[in-house]
């Protein structure tokens, strides 16, 4: 499974997402620290779901690095995130 | 955050940062020569916000590269602490500076004057 099916197999499972959007930017930190070839180093997702509504900035995050573990410490090199309630903007 | 932080080290270092200064951001690389794109994100953003910060260089310390990772409970890098509380990392803060949150986060703190 490719990381990127791996991200979004886990964050279906914890988070059950009504929008994902797992993005591969791999290509544009070609050479930079972390990137290896074949990518799939560096992402962006977008992410709305319920469980998000009344949560903090640092509570969202965190539920996504729970959901995501050890993907965070040994294959990911840089995630960054769009983490919303529905209904937000 | 970990029950007992002073039990452990690297952790008295850490808390010994965060007391000393308001804003404390441990980062890779310094402000003039950020070496993560996230790291230089957040300086540029404190910059803007013309609030005094001193910056933390995990890279010349695995042990603080590992230790601000636990003493949060936060697996990335940068970290932005204001008053010994984790603000976030980069996606964070730059939604807070953008949506006028983190000037107000300051300014409650007494750091900036009211917007």
Redesign the interface.
């Known amino acids: 499974m490719s990381v990127a099916q791996e991200i979004r197999t886990r964050l279906q499972a914890a988070l059950t997402p009504i929008e994902l959007e797992i993005i591969d930017q791999s290509d544009e930190h070609r050479g930079h620290a972390g990137w290896r070839e074949g990518g799939e180093t560096h992402f962006h997702m977008r992410l709305v779901s319920d469980v998000f509504t009344d949560l903090s900035r640092i509570e969202r995050q965190r539920a996504v690095h729970k959901a995501l573990g050890d993907l965070l410490e040994a294959t990911v090199h840089a995630l960054s995130m769009d983490l919303r309630a529905p209904g937000e903007v | 955050m970990n029950d007992q932080p002073s039990e452990t080290p690297i952790f008295s270092v850490i808390e010994a940062a965060l007391a000393n200064d308001d804003v404390v951001l441990f980062m ?1 690389g310094n402000p003039q020569y950020p ?4 790291s230089a994100a957040v300086v540029d953003v404190l910059n803007r916000m013309a609030v005094p910060y001193n910056t933390h260089d995990v890279l010349q310390s695995a042990e603080l590269r590992d230790g601000i990772k636990a003493y949060s ?4 890098i940068p970290q932005l602490y204001v008053k010994g509380e ?7 803060v730059r ?2 500076y953008e949506s006028g949150e983190l000037n107000t986060l300051f300014a409650e703190k007494g750091l900036v004057a009211e917007a």
Do not use: A, N, R, Y
């Open positions: 890779k070496q993560c794109g996230f409970d936060w697996p990335t984790l603000v976030g990392g980069c996606d964070i939604e807070m």
